[in-house]
């Protein structure tokens, strides 16, 4: 259920497309493109599409029982964990990052865009599998930095399998079973936070988990708490 694709302008994108048309896109299906002319990251940003990075996009149908979509962010992040962990060595080990990121010490490896269509929800997923970027401001790292990068169609396989895998979970046992889970993979309570999007002031804090429908928790200068639902968050040294 892979689709590979030499180029496209987005493989969130077509997936959306194929949708809003009314074709069936069953969950699992996977379109992954060895080029994006128009990928994107999240407030728009561009995503760069090194050759043999992974840059891919599935479809998930949540059900009336399902745990919150936007936990998917979460879900997805676990799973990526699980995917990348033994391909790097144990030290640095690769944590997540509320919501949506993988990191590599201070560097990001890997991102995660989550958007509905209708009653589906698109999860696009971009790996630095072989090249990682130059962005200003911007710490970023690649596979390929830790020794031979995975080959792409073997690591899209295994993401595949590791998904689905995590849906089953997602939906057998809660959310309260990822959140624990992704609390174990995620950077340690206490880690200096700043949370802000691009121009503003940042609140900055210390990570203090996540609540039980898994907000972030930031922990403020003061002992008091604040709830975090969305936002731009970096590691308060990578401001």
Known sequence: MIESVPETGSTNADLADRLRAGEFVSEGAWVIADRQTAGKGRLGRTWFDGHGNFMGSTVVRPGSGDPPPASLALLCGLALHEVVSPLIPSRPAAVLKWPNDLMIGPAKLAGILLERVGEAVIVGIGVNLAKAPQIDGRATVSLASFGLPPDRDHFA??????????????????LDNLIRRWLAAAHPIGTPLAVGEPGEVPLEG??????????????????????????????????
């Open 206 to 239: 210390q990570f203090a988990g996540l609540t039980a429908d898994g907000a972030l928790q930031l922990r403020l200068a003061d002992g008091s708490a604040r709830v975090i639902h969305a936002g731009e968050v970096r590691l308060a040294e990578d401001k």
């Open 157 to 174: 396989a295994a993401l595949a399998r590791q998904v689905e895998l995590e849906l089953e979970c997602w939906r057998s046992f809660g």
